[in-house]
């Protein structure tokens, strides 16, 4: 069946500008993830969602990031006002359930803020 | 808090050697440690997994990973390394499965 989507693959932005990266997970699953993989670095946790509900913000770099997530299926992650340090790939994964099921990757959004 | 560390961000080894990934992990509670690769232009995918069963943890392609939780390592093995291994690997860590904790990531390189 169709795996984790990501869209856009890529997006250049002007430094002030606010983007919107989507995310598709593998339907049915319940639980769905946002991390961020800067050049060199491994992946951040950014967020996750346990349906339509993401109880733990924290992990957001700042209030400019924010995720929503609707029908228990897809999900944005917004970043208003990019700034440079936001460049970075944004990965997407979903697993059936919260838990120790295996997490399946998207292709990720690689962002550039110019 | 927790935090994995993966000492050597480049190894290098022949085709037929053994391979040997280092992953050591900060945890106040029983943690969950995950081995994932990512092949060139593609996305992660997990290798294996502990959950608190058995120590020793058998994956895809014949990777294992031992718990350790007197030296909090989980180091990833292969017996003979193949060229089709070559790539980026992952090491992370969670206690709730609410947060995911990942390494910064080894590359691995094959040499014929």
């Known amino acids: 069946g169709a795996g984790v989507s990501q869209s856009p693959s890529n997006k250049v932005t002007e430094k002030g500008k606010d983007v919107e990266l989507r995310c598709d997970p593998i339907?049915?699953?319940?639980?769905l993830y946002w991390y961020r993989q800067s050049l060199g670095q491994g992946l951040e946790f950014l967020i996750y969602f346990q349906g339509n509900s993401a109880p733990d913000k924290s992990g957001l770099p700042s209030d400019r990031f924010s995720a929503e997530r609707t029908g228990g299926s897809v999900s944005t992650l917004t970043i208003q006002r990019t700034q440079q340090e936001d460049s970075a790939v944004y990965l997407c994964?979903?697993?059936?359930?919260?838990?120790?099921?295996?997490?399946?990757f998207g292709p990720g959004t690689r962002l550039t803020v110019l | 808090a927790q935090s994995v560390t993966q000492l050597g961000s480049h190894v290098s080894v022949s085709e037929g050697a053994l391979v040997l990934l280092r992953c050591n992990y900060s945890s106040s509670v029983p943690p969950y440690l995950f081995w994932y690769v990512q092949y060139p232009n593609q996305g992660l995918q997990l290798l294996l997994k502990?959950?608190?069963?058995?120590?020793l943890v058998k994956g895809i392609n014949g990777f294992e990973a031992e718990f350790k939780k007197s030296e909090t390592s989980f180091h990833l093995t292969k017996p003979s390394a193949h060229m089709s291994d070559a790539a980026e690997y992952f090491c992370a860590v969670s206690s709730n499965f609410n947060k995911f904790y990942f390494g910064s990531g080894t590359k691995l390189n094959v040499k014929p």
């Open positions: 994964a979903s697993s059936e359930r919260l838990g120790p099921d295996t997490q399946y």
């Open positions: 502990y959950t608190s069963a058995a120590t």
């Open positions: 339907s049915g699953h319940t639980a």
